[in-house]
């Protein structure tokens, strides 16, 4: 073990911190703002026990004193890593923000410690104020219950802050719920002491003291469900800060998701004195560096992987703040596949041998104005690009999709169909599977469980193509198709689709696509090129010329209903 150095405490006047030993192996940065005033003894002689205790008793009165860093590195741990939580600089700018101004906002990148500071300062204004009323509002009831939770588990169970503040317990009057909780204080205040609700949530209960936006917009409210947008702002205004006393204060801290969300229409109003911190430096000029670090705890690589992960609109929106009408396409970067110069149904572009995917959106209605029921098809490369194969989109009624969907099985021979499973769509397992029996055929059908969740996801939902189109990840070949006939034809409709999503009239090919990518990704190195099965029917021409004809049908003029296969039936057959 080392020796206690002679001078164990070091105040840097240009960026406030102290230098001490952690526990005489290591040394720890923290940031004070009262620690010179204690007054710092010769310590040459004492040994590590004293001087252990010298620096518990220091922490503690620091703590009490109101230094958020001391506290913060003193009684949490980042439990990723089991090492105590150091504030960087930026933190303290934050803290420090929120202390001048009584309608503070604090706006900075995802994933940069937001929600653990505003539940260290939460626990630590308790502590110092038991009579304290606070209302913490986040973007929905469960990540409000969850900051909520956080601060209960702390004043149950953390050791290190009850040295700190020994008072700071349950009350033995008032609520401890998912919702609310009371400490221990004088008089009888009928409110608790901390509440949490979702920002849409009607606004329950008395006046606070303080109340605590913590990323109200999400990717939910903002984007996916434009009409929640002016609900949030409206909820903002007229539920929330009217539960603000007089002379009470309002601690703000976002993320911006859209340019019209409210966490934008705050700031762009300046209603509050907003503290802007995010990555990069020279943004905005020719050289700039967009992933030049806020916190070495979220350093360049890491950056780099979250862009290519999430995809450029979604980190310059989320770690730049940039964010303007176009976010709203979220998947017009479409345009980046396209191949003109490029048939499907050259082999030389699509090897035979490649792995197959399908997806399969089904509609529920006939009418006219109803949505398509699609079947879309991708071939999968050894570099992991996605090649569109084809594209079956039309109105179709139950039996006649099932025939489509043995009939497309038979013209691409996929590994896996992806079909979306609810209430609505359960049947076509069954269909499906009475239809094929009766031609000694098993189709792959899997199903694939869809919610608003998991559709909205930005990694894993419909948003998660926009990064793979960003990237160039998949190969759309258009030779020979017109794309300003989307009614005429399935990959048309798609590509204006995506064009247009989640905006335009339709959506049904944007979904099926997502199922085809999700098989993809859920099977990937699951099948080799020469474990590939290879129909050898020698009937297979006139079988799909019959079938093509009883599924299609004919129009009044002879041609084929609009919105059928993407590729013309000759081409396929002469392939």
């Known amino acids: 073990m080392k020796n206690p150095r002679k001078n164990p405490a070091q105040l840097s006047v240009a960026k406030g911190i102290v230098e001490c030993s952690n526990h005489f192996d290591d040394s720890s940065e923290i940031s004070f703002s009262q620690g010179v005033e204690l007054g710092m003894p010769n310590l040459s002689d004492w040994d590590n026990k004293e001087l252990e205790k010298h620096r518990k008793d220091v922490s503690i009165q620091l703590s009490r004193a109101g230094d958020i860093a001391v506290f913060a590195l003193y009684c949490f741990k980042d439990t990723a890593i089991n090492q105590p939580i150091i504030l960087a600089p930026f933190h303290l700018e934050w803290h420090n923000h929120f202390d001048m101004y009584d309608d503070a906002a604090v706006l900075a990148p995802r994933g940069h410690g937001k929600t653990v500071n505003l539940i260290i300062r939460t626990l630590m204004q308790i502590g110092r104020n038991p009579q304290i009323r606070i209302k913490l509002i986040s973007c929905d009831d469960q990540n409000a219950s969850g900051r909520l939770q956080s601060c209960k588990v702390h004043i149950d169970s953390n050791i290190r802050v009850h040295e700190v503040f020994p008072n700071m317990v349950r009350g033995e009057v008032g609520t401890w719920t998912k919702s609310e909780f009371t400490v221990k204080r004088s008089g009888a ?55 603000l006393i007089p002379g009470g204060r309002e601690e703000y801290i976002a993320t911006i998701w859209h340019y019209d969300d409210t966490t934008a229409r705050l700031r762009n109003k300046k209603i509050k004195h907003f503290l802007v911190h995010r990555v990069g430096s020279n943004v905005g000029l020719a050289n700039e560096d967009i992933f030049y670090p806020l916190w070495d705890v979220f350093p360049r690589v890491a950056l780099e992987k979250r862009f290519k992960k999430i995809g450029k609109k979604a980190y310059r929106r989320n770690f730049l703040h940039e964010v303007s009408p176009d976010e709203e396409l979220q998947l017009n970067s479409i345009r980046n596949c396209i191949h003109p110069d490029k048939a499907a149904l050259d082999p030389e572009v699509i090897n035979p041998a490649w792995p197959i995917y399908m997806g399969v959106d089904i509609a529920t209605s006939l009418k006219l104005a109803a949505d398509y029921s699609c079947i879309f098809t991708i071939a999968v490369a050894p570099d992991l690009k996605r090649y569109v194969k084809s594209v079956w989109r039309r109105r179709a009624s139950p039996r006649a999709l099932v025939r489509a969907l043995i009939d497309q099985y038979r013209l691409h021979n996929p590994q896996i169909i992806h079909v979306e499973t609810n209430n609505t769509q359960a049947w076509l397992m069954e269909w499906v599977g009475a239809e094929a029996s009766t031609t000694d055929m098993s189709l792959p059908l899997e199903g694939f469980f869809t919610s608003g969740k998991n559709k909205s996801d930005p990694d894993e939902g419909i948003p998660s193509l926009s990064v793979e189109f960003e990237n160039k990840l998949w190969i759309v070949p258009t030779k020979g198709i017109d794309l300003e006939e989307p009614d005429e034809n399935g990959l048309a409709a798609w590509i204006k689709e995506c064009e247009q999503y989640p905006f335009g009239a339709h959506d049904d090919t944007v979904m099926a696509a997502w199922l085809a990518q999700q098989a993809a990704i859920k099977y990937e190195g699951s099948f080799e090129a020469s474990n590939i099965p290879v129909s050898k029917d020698t009937e297979r021409d006139a079988v799909i010329r019959t079938e093509v004809d009883d599924i299609l049908g004919t129009g009044e003029d002879g041609d084929r209903p609009m919105g059928g296969f993407s590729y013309d039936i000759a081409e396929i057959l002469d392939a």
């Open 189 to 243: 205040d009928v409110d608790p002491t901390m509440s949490a609700y979702g920002v849409l949530s009607s606004g329950t209960g008395g006046r606070a003291n303080i109340m605590k936006y913590d990323d109200i917009c999400d990717q939910r409210n903002a984007i996916d469900s434009p009409e929640l947008r002016p609900k949030v702002y409206d909820n903002y205004n007229n539920v929330w800060s009217n539960l």
